[in-house]
């Protein structure tokens, strides 16, 4: 842009405010004068007519000069600094208005005095206002109401800029404060993870170097940016309200660019340059640690399978070069890994070793199994009969002289006369009896009996099984009662024989533990519980018998299971029909009933005993 003649072909303004400072100027002595700080320049190209701000720490002092024939319209501004985040040129071309470019700089020769030149699309008018430590700059716009040019919301206002205090605003921002390494770590790992941290920023720039770009987006993260002559090119951008990392990814992807970070520097040159260096830097570093002296360590191995350990760290050895002074050596004596190999190396096994080798867990097995059973039975019978003295009739030949057999029930349940007989009350029954005469048969009597038992038991077994087992190895404990079991034999000449066979009802407990990280114990466990039983006349072994895999917490109890069983029986006999009859019924006959209810509960509880020797979190 020319600023030749300009003083020939440009009209200029001066306000009243510049003829009192220049008064000011002359009555006081130089080093009493202020330096004024322009902090930032800002465009608005959404309101009509467009905006210039230009923002400073205190009072400007300023004049203005429209130069037509180069549609420029120059600010300048005296007694002051610019700031480096307000000395970049702001390219406005993508928005339809009037200002194409703003160019803020320094004049040379005039270390106080500051210039803005505003370039015009079209020769126009401008006004400029001071409101305190702001200048606003109205350029209107020949076509009309203004609108954002190459934008699919061409006829919406832009998205506020993170920075501005509107949403119209492409401006040039203030000094940002220092990043610290922890957001550096944050941006280089976003790269690769896709999230990005950074404070949002407007970027909207056309045809400009990539190297304006670069310095743009450092002085709004604060990191400091070196370039690489190989980084050129020219860039369109169009970003409103983006991170400054995720822009700055978009731009190295698309210039095929990379970035490399040391402290608060990050280095920019170009992919190949950047794989080029990392390939020299590799076989640099592989030839230092071929020619790097070797030292030897001795490590006491005292939980670690030897030939495990050693087959993970051989992997961990140098290499390079195939030097037979590396070495992992195991020494099966001492129980001891002797490592030859350079000290870094040396030191990443030692690490290793400090967290491999250590106790293998031990775990508590505690097991409690709890058996209960609960017999019933009741027996309810009657007996009939009828009885006499010496005949003297001829019913006496009819009956005989002998007492009468009762019609139903036991044979010589009643004595000869009225007594009962105090035999047929047994299994802690109870035995009711009556003996009523006929008073027209003297010597005739009836004799009744009902006898009435009922059996009740409550067995209640607790097992409890204990043991302790190295992880993921397996542990079995067994407890028996021997039992004699009956049997049948073929015997060649003899024929079939009766035999017996002594077997063992066991408890068991079988468990295969693994322990995980966490603390949590990972088991396989078989439980089985086995009773002997009588079936007839015969001996046998009943089982009850549960396996599965469980996860438990080092300390807690578990239930893995239960069985519930239960036996009902119920029997009658007696004389037909007659044992049916209501209430005179059980003279009759005989009732019995049996109930059995077994119930078998375990419960397992595994404690690791050994968790800060294992290592465990």
């Given at each position: 842009?020319?600023?030749?003649?300009?003083?020939?072909?440009?009209?200029?303004?001066?306000?009243?405010?510049?003829?009192?400072?220049?008064?000011?100027?002359?009555?006081?002595?130089e080093?009493a004068?202020?330096?004024?700080?322009?902090?930032?320049?800002?465009?608005?190209?959404?309101?009509?007519?467009?905006?210039?701000?230009?923002?400073?720490?205190?009072?400007?002092?300023?004049?203005?000069?429209?130069?037509?024939?180069?549609?420029?319209?120059?600010?300048?501004?005296?007694?002051?600094?610019?700031?480096?985040?307000?000395?970049?040129?702001?390219?406005?071309?993508?928005?339809?208005s009037?200002?194409?470019l703003?160019?803020?700089?320094?004049?040379?020769?005039?270390?106080?005095?500051v210039?803005?030149?505003?370039?015009?699309?079209?020769?126009?008018?401008a006004?400029?206002?001071s409101?305190?430590?702001?200048?606003?700059?109205?350029?209107?716009?020949p076509?009309?109401?203004?609108?954002?040019?190459?934008?699919?919301t061409?006829?919406?206002?832009?998205?506020?800029?993170?920075?501005?205090?509107?949403?119209?605003?492409?401006?040039?921002?203030?000094?940002?404060?220092?990043?610290?390494?922890?957001?550096?770590?944050?941006?280089?790992?976003?790269?690769?993870?896709?999230?990005f941290?950074?404070?949002?920023?407007?970027?909207?720039?056309?045809?400009?170097?990539?190297?304006?770009?670069?310095?743009?987006?450092?002085?709004?993260?604060?990191?400091?940016?070196?370039?690489?002559?190989?980084?050129?090119?020219?860039?369109?951008?169009s970003?409103?309200?983006v991170p400054?990392?995720?822009?700055?990814?978009?731009?190295?992807?698309?210039?095929?660019?990379?970035?490399?970070?040391?402290?608060?520097?990050?280095?920019?040159?170009?992919?190949?340059?950047?794989?080029?260096?990392?390939?020299?830097?590799?076989k640099?570093?592989?030839?230092?640690?071929?020619?790097?002296?070797?030292?030897?360590?001795?490590?006491?191995?005292?939980?670690?399978?030897?030939?495990?350990?050693?087959?993970?760290?051989?992997?961990?050895?140098?290499?390079?070069?195939?030097?037979?002074?590396?070495?992992?050596?195991?020494d099966?004596?001492?129980?001891?890994?002797?490592?030859?190999?350079?000290?870094?190396n040396?030191?990443?096994?030692?690490?290793?070793?400090?967290?491999?080798?250590?106790q293998?867990?031990?775990?508590?097995?505690?097991?409690?199994?709890?058996?209960?059973?609960?017999?019933?039975?009741?027996?309810?019978?009657?007996?009939?009969?009828?009885?006499?003295?010496?005949?003297?009739?001829?019913?006496?030949?009819?009956?005989?002289?002998?007492?009468?057999?009762?019609?139903?029930?036991?044979?010589?349940?009643?004595?000869?006369?009225?007594?009962?007989?105090?035999?047929?009350?047994?299994?802690?029954?109870?035995?009711?009896?009556?003996?009523?005469?006929?008073?027209?048969?003297?010597?005739?009597?009836?004799?009744?009996?009902?006898?009435?038992?009922?059996?009740?038991s409550?067995v209640?077994?607790?097992?409890?099984?204990?043991?302790?087992?190295?992880?993921?190895?397996?542990?079995?404990?067994?407890?028996?009662?021997?039992?004699?079991?009956?049997?049948?034999?073929?015997?060649?000449?003899v024929?079939?024989?009766?035999?017996?066979?002594m077997?063992?009802a066991?408890?068991?407990?079988?468990?295969?533990?693994?322990?995980?990280?966490?603390?949590?114990?990972?088991?396989?466990?078989?439980?089985?519980?086995?009773?002997?039983?009588?079936?007839g006349?015969?001996?046998?072994?009943?089982?009850?018998?549960?396996?599965?895999?469980?996860?438990v917490?080092?300390?807690?109890?578990?239930v893995?299971?239960?069985?519930?069983?239960?036996?009902?029986?119920?029997?009658?006999?007696?004389?037909?029909?007659?044992?049916?009859?209501?209430?005179?019924g059980?003279?009759?006959?005989?009732?019995?009933?049996?109930?059995?209810?077994?119930?078998?509960?375990?419960?397992?509880?595994?404690r690791?005993?050994?968790p800060?020797?294992?290592?465990?979190?």
């Open positions: 842009m020319s600023q030749q003649g300009a003083h020939m072909s440009c009209r200029k303004q001066f306000t009243t405010g510049a003829v009192f400072v220049a008064l000011a100027a002359i009555l006081l002595p080093t004068w202020a330096i004024t700080r322009i902090t930032s320049v800002d465009f608005r190209g959404t309101v009509e007519p467009n905006q210039i701000e230009i923002h400073a720490d205190s009072t400007i002092t300023y004049e203005m000069q429209e130069n037509p024939t180069d549609r420029q319209i120059v600010i300048e501004i005296k007694d002051a600094q610019l700031s480096t985040a307000a000395s970049r040129k702001i390219d406005t071309s993508s928005f339809d009037n200002v194409t703003i160019s803020p700089y320094q004049v040379q020769g005039q270390s106080n005095t210039r803005v030149v505003v370039q015009l699309r079209e020769p126009g008018t006004e400029l206002a409101d305190g430590n702001v200048l606003r700059l109205s350029v209107p716009n076509g009309g109401q203004t609108r954002a040019a190459e934008s699919p061409a006829e919406q206002e832009v998205p506020p800029a993170p920075l501005a205090e509107t949403s119209d605003i492409a401006r040039s921002q203030p000094e940002p404060k220092p990043t610290g390494s922890s957001k550096l770590e944050e941006f280089m790992e976003g790269r690769t993870t896709q999230r941290v950074g404070k949002p920023i407007t970027l909207q720039v056309k045809d400009v170097e990539a190297a304006d770009v670069f310095r743009m987006i450092g002085e709004a993260s604060g990191f400091n940016i070196v370039l690489g002559d190989d980084v050129k090119g020219k860039v369109t951008l970003l409103v309200d400054w990392d995720q822009a700055l990814d978009v731009l190295l992807h698309t210039l095929h660019l990379g970035a490399e970070r040391n402290g608060n520097i990050l280095r920019i040159i170009t992919l190949q340059n950047l794989t080029a260096e990392k390939t020299e830097e590799l640099a570093s592989l030839a230092a640690q071929a020619n790097t002296p070797r030292i030897t360590r001795i490590f006491p191995i005292s939980y670690a399978s030897l030939p495990d350990l050693s087959a993970i760290l051989s992997k961990f050895a140098t290499t390079t070069g195939a030097s037979p002074d590396t070495m992992v050596q195991v099966n004596r001492t129980n001891s890994l002797i490592i030859r190999d350079i000290p870094d040396i030191e990443k096994m030692r690490k290793l070793i400090e967290q491999l080798d250590t293998t867990p031990q775990v508590l097995i505690e097991a409690k199994v709890v058996e209960a059973s609960e017999n019933f039975s009741k027996t309810l019978s009657g007996s009939l009969g009828l009885s006499g003295g010496r005949p003297t009739s001829g019913f006496a030949s009819m009956a005989g002289a002998n007492p009468i057999d009762p019609l139903v029930g036991t044979p010589g349940v009643f004595d000869d006369g009225n007594a009962v007989s105090s035999a047929t009350v047994t299994g802690g029954g109870i035995g009711l009896g009556i003996t009523p005469s006929l008073s027209f048969i003297s010597n005739l009597r009836i004799n009744a009996l009902i006898n009435m038992n009922e059996n009740e409550q209640k077994v607790v097992s409890s099984p204990k043991t302790v087992v190295l992880n993921k190895e397996s542990a079995s404990i067994v407890q028996g009662t021997p039992v004699l079991i009956a049997g049948t034999t073929t015997v060649p000449g024929g079939t024989v009766p035999t017996t066979q077997q063992s066991n408890l068991s407990l079988d468990v295969t533990p693994t322990v995980t990280n966490e603390g949590s114990v990972l088991m396989r466990l078989a439980v089985s519980k086995d009773n002997p039983v009588t079936i006349t015969n001996s046998g072994i009943a089982t009850r018998k549960i396996t599965t895999l469980v996860l917490d080092s300390g807690s109890t578990l893995i299971g239960g069985i519930y069983s239960m036996r009902s029986e119920n029997t009658s006999s007696g004389f037909p029909f007659l044992r049916k009859i209501p209430i005179l059980i003279l009759f006959g005989n009732e019995s009933g049996t109930t059995d209810r077994t119930e078998l509960f375990i419960f397992i509880t595994p690791i005993l050994n800060k020797e294992a290592g465990l979190s």
